[in-house]
């Protein structure tokens, strides 16, 4: 009888470990992640989802393990300079350029790129379009969180490293960022997200990466 194979994970973190200034922060960590899928990583401050998702991003590197993508470990040359053009980061540094208008914050990632024409549809999705010839400095927090997403929209990459995506956004933002994680999923991209915030994300699988530092039991656990 003919068995067919199962097909790799896009994405594969084979027993990953991650150091950073001589501190273990991620210990052996596995997970597998096909096209459309979803992996949220949760767990208290201090936990590591930033560095893992770092990892990913190949701001760092692991310490022991490895991360494959396609079956290549993305640190090798040749594959990481592929792997990147994979990805769209998205942090807490908003990379916003105040004096450009809001429009010109999100063409100048796509030109960078060397795409163009999918700014403006990406802002209006993203409830920006009345905004899009003011500067950027006009923008509210959860307005810059927005431009940062339309920015995400706009480069259409197929990996996706979110961290905490929904801080300063209101309901209706939390719901847009919800609508475009879906909709790039039907499409077969992947979306990593760390956050600490509620999300809806279908079949997600969820990672809760355990506290580095237990805090001491305080007065208000001892009545507990
Ligand atoms: N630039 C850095 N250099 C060295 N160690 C760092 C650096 N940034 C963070 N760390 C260490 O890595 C650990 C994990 O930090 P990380 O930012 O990944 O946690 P996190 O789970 O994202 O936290 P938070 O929920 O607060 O955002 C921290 O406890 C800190 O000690």
Same mark, same amino acid.
Request: glycine letters at 8%.
């Given at each position: ?39 949220? !990583? ?42 990147? !053009? ?122 809760? !990466? ?15």
């Amino acid at each position: 009888m003919f068995i067919r194979k199962p097909p790799l994970p896009r994405m594969l973190l084979n027993n990953v470990s991650c150091m950073r200034n001589a501190q273990l922060i991620l210990r052996n960590i596995n997970a597998s992640v096909h096209d459309g899928g979803a992996l949220v !990583l949760t767990g208290a401050n201090g936990a590591g989802k930033s560095t893992f998702l770092r990892m990913l991003a190949c701001f760092s590197r692991p310490s022991a393990g490895e991360i494959l993508w396609n079956g290549h470990d993305i640190t090798k040359s040749g594959v990481f300079e592929q792997y990147k !053009l994979q990805l769209n980061w998205l942090s807490l540094k908003d990379a916003v350029k105040e004096k450009f208008t809001v429009l010109d914050n999100v063409q100048w990632f796509e030109v960078l790129e060397g795409k163009s024409g999918k700014s403006k549809a990406a802002l209006e999705l993203m409830g920006l379009g009345r905004l899009i010839n003011e500067k950027a400095r006009m923008l509210s927090m959860g307005q810059r969180k927005r431009l940062q997403l339309a920015r995400v929209v706009a480069l259409d990459r197929p990996i996706w490293l979110l961290d905490e995506p929904s801080v300063a956004l209101d309901t209706e933002g939390v719901k847009l960022l919800e609508h475009i994680i879906a909709e790039h999923r039907k499409k077969g991209g992947i979306v990593f997200v760390a956050t600490h915030l509620p999300i809806q994300i279908d079949d997600a699988m969820i990672l809760r !990466l355990p506290e580095r530092f237990p805090r001491r039991k305080t007065m208000v656990d001892l009545l507990d």
